[in-house]
C-alpha cells in the first residue's frame, strides 16, 4: 500500500489538493395510458437504481480490489483508510482544524484556501452525527450524488430525445474519473446543487435557480463558471427582465468567502494564490503546459500514467467545447470552455479529466447520441461503456490504494 504522498508534478513533488427508448424502470410497461407523473417517476427510479448499484459494484472492487493489490502477505488498510487520500484527506483537515490546518504540523498547508468552505462545512455538520470524517465524506457524497444522479436524468429528459435520462447518469458514472463521486470529495455536493439548478434555469424557474447555484458557489470555484453561464441563458431565452435580479445570488458566496480570507490574510483572491502555492498552478500560454504535461507522460513511472490520462481529458475538453459552439449552445459553451480555458492555461494539466465529471453537458451530448429511432444509435452507449468502464475500475483501484489518479 502506498503511503500518502502528493500528486504528480512535473517539476516535483507535492501533497494534492482538489431497443427501445425505454429506461430499465420503464421498460415494457403495460396497461393504462401513463399519467403526467409516471415519466417522472420512472426517471427517478432509473437514476437511483444506477446510482446505488454503481455504489455497490464500488465497494466490492475497493474491499476485493484492494487486497488482491497487496504484495505477499500483507493485508489492505481498513475500508475506510482507503478513502482518505488527497483532497478527501484535506477537506477533513479544514472540516476538523479550519484554514490554518492542523496545529501539529510545524508550518500551515498554504494551499488549504484554495478549497471553498461548502464541504467543510458540510463534513462538520454530518461529522456530529457519525463521529468519523471519512465516513462523513463518503455518506455526503452517497446522498449528494443520488440528489445529483435525479436532476441529470431529469435534465436529459427535459432536453430530450425521451430516454436520455438513464443513459446521461450511466455515461457519468462510467466516465473514468467517477470514483471521486464516492469518496469524499467536493464533486457529488457541486453537482447535487449545480445540476438541478441548470435544470430550473432551462425551465424558466429563476428564484429555484439562483438559490441552488448559490449553494454551487459555496463548494467550489466552479460555481463562478456556473453563475456567467446562467446570465447567458437567461438573455438568450429572453426571460422577463424582472427576474434578472436573481442573477445575482450565485456570486455572493464567492463575494464572501473572499472577504473572509481577506479577514484571515489580507488577500481577497487567497483562494488563487493557494493553488499557486500548493500546486504550482499559475496562468501560462497553453503550448507551454502541453510541453510540460507532455514530458511528464511521456515518462516510466507511474506518474506518467496519469498525465497520459490528463491530456486526453484536456482533448475531450476542447473537442466538447467546439461542439458545443457548433451547435450554438451558449450558456454550455461558457460554462465548459471557460474550465477548459482555465485548465489548460496552467503550468501544467492537473485534474482536468476529474473536472470532466462537472461537464454534464458532455454527458447530455452522449445520451442524446445514443437516443432516437436509428438503430445504430443504442450503441453509441454500449461503445462508451466498454471503453470507459475499465478506466473506470482502473482508477478506483489506483486511488485506494493511495496513489495519484487525478
Known amino acids: 500500500m502506498r503511503s500518502f504522498s502528493g500528486p504528480p508534478h512535473p517539476a516535483g513533488d507535492r501533497d494534492a489538493p482538489d431497443a427501445g427508448d425505454d429506461g430499465p424502470a420503464g421498460a415494457g410497461r403495460e396497461g393504462s395510458e401513463p399519467t403526467p407523473a409516471e415519466p417522472v417517476a420512472d426517471t427517478v427510479l432509473d437514476a437511483l437504481l444506477l446510482w446505488m448499484s454503481s455504489r455497490l459494484g464500488i465497494i466490492i472492487l475497493a474491499v476485493v480490489g484492494a487486497q488482491a493489490m497487496m504484495e505477499g502477505n500483507a493485508v489492505a488498510p481498513p475500508f475506510l483508510q482507503r478513502w482518505r487520500h488527497w483532497d478527501a484527506n484535506l477537506l477533513a483537515v479544514i472540516a476538523e482544524h479550519g484554514y490554518d490546518g492542523d496545529p501539529a504540523r510545524a508550518e500551515p498547508d498554504k494551499g488549504l484556501p484554495a478549497f471553498f468552505p461548502g464541504m467543510p462545512l458540510m463534513l462538520r455538520a454530518v461529522h456530529l452525527l457519525l463521529g468519523d470524517w471519512t465516513l462523513a465524506g463518503l455518506l455526503i457524497s452517497m446522498v449528494a450524488g443520488a440528489v445529483a444522479m435525479v436532476a441529470l436524468a431529469r435534465l436529459a429528459e427535459f432536453e430530450g430525445p425521451p430516454g436520455a435520462g438513464w443513459r446521461a447518469v450511466l455515461a457519468l458514472l ?6 471521486f463521486l464516492f469518496a469524499g470529495y467536493s464533486e457529488s455536493l457541486f453537482l447535487a446543487f449545480a445540476i438541478p439548478a441548470w435544470l430550473a434555469a432551462r425551465q424558466g424557474r429563476w428564484p429555484l435557480a439562483a438559490v441552488l447555484a448559490a449553494g454551487a458557489s459555496c463548494v467550489r470555484i466552479t460555481g463562478l463558471f456556473l453563475a456567467l453561464a446562467l446570465i447567458v441563458e437567461f438573455f438568450t431565452r429572453r426571460s422577463p427582465v ?22 484571515r490574510t489580507g488577500d481577497w483572491l487567497a483562494w488563487k494564490h493557494a493553488q499557486e502555492a500548493g500546486w504550482g498552478r ?22 506518467a500514467w496519469a498525465f497520459r490520462m490528463e491530456i486526453a481529458g484536456a482533448v475531450v475538453g476542447v473537442v466538447l467545447v467546439l461542439v458545443l459552439l457548433y451547435l450554438r449552445r451558449w450558456s454550455e459553451f461558457l460554462y465548459v470552455g471557460l474550465q477548459v480555458g482555465a485548465l489548460l492555461c496552467s503550468a501544467y494539466y492537473l485534474s482536468v479529466p476529474r473536472s470532466a465529471l462537472l461537464w454534464w453537458p458532455l454527458f447530455l451530448l452522449i445520451a442524446k447520441a445514443s437516443t432516437g429511432p436509428r438503430p445504430g444509435r443504442r450503441y453509441v452507449i454500449v461503445v462508451y461503456a466498454l471503453l470507459a468502464a475499465p478506466l473506470m475500475a482502473l482508477n478506483t483501484l489506483t486511488f485506494v490504494d493511495g496513489a495519484w489518479v487525478g
Do not use: C, K
Not at 424582472?242 to 479577514?263: D, E, G, N
Open 174 to 179: 462510467l466516465w473514468p474519473m467517477s470514483v
Open 242 to 263: 424582472r427576474h434578472a435580479v436573481w442573477l445575482l445570488p450565485p456570486f455572493v458566496p464567492l463575494v464572501l468567502y473572499s472577504a473572509y480570507q481577506y479577514s
Open 282 to 303: 499559475h496562468l501560462v500560454w497553453p503550448w507551454e503546459s502541453l510541453i510540460t504535461t507532455w514530458n511528464a507522460a511521456m515518462g516510466d513511472d507511474r506518474n
